[in-house]
């Protein structure tokens, strides 16, 4: 049953997907608050989310800033969920949410101002390919904004226990961002964990 609901957290599918959805949307609300004003988000920027989930910091941001936001996800059910809750903005061109997987997902270099993701990286078993990709993807001048919970709090969670989660510390995820090349990194601590940002 822990392993269901770890996988759940990593790709939320079916009903126990939509119970998991509403938990995260509470749950994260506050983190999405915490990092979008990071972002510091200009007129006509273009952003990425990855893991969008339910769609709400997508929401969070086009109902705030004048910018295009893109998406992508490759849970199925959090791309139908997502697209109902932003349907006018998909309808306005505002925004584009896909459905697939990041990690093998094709991204043209210089895309993006801002690109971030909230609760994701525990999911990547190797940082180096997905922060490369994101590198790439970024405009000269682009920022790579990451909200992660503490590893500490991440050992504490009985669903976290069976190899679904990548329990990384903040300095290891520093040192990868770097490592790909990012010239700058910082990172702030709240009560759940990090935010990093790195241009
Ligand atoms: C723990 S949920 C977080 C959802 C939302 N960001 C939040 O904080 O509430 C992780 C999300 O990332 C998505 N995800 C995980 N790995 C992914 C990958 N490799 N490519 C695309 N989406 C991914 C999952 O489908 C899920 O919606």
Known sequence: MLRSIGNQFKRPTGLLGKIISKVMMKGN????????PELDIKQHDI???IGYG??????????????????IDFSELMFKQASKRNKKFIESGKLELKCGNFLESEMSPDQFDKIFC?????????????????????????????????????????????????????????????KVGFKEVSYSLNSKGYIIKCC
């Open 29 to 36: 609300m506050p983190d999405y608050l915490k990092l979008i």
């Open 47 to 49: 952003v990425l989310e």
């Open 54 to 71: 339910h769609g709400l910091g997508v929401n969070m941001i086009l109902s705030k800033y004048d910018c295009t936001v893109s998406g």
């Open 118 to 178: 909230i609760h994701v990286i525990y999911f990547w078993d190797d940082l180096a390919k997905p922060f490369t990709k994101i590198k790439t993807a970024l405009k000269e001048h682009g920022m790579f904004c990451i909200f992660m919970a503490n590893v500490d709090f991440i050992k504490k969670m009985k669903f976290t226990k069976d190899g679904i989660f990548n329990k990384y510390s903040k300095d290891e995820v520093v040192d990868a961002l770097y």
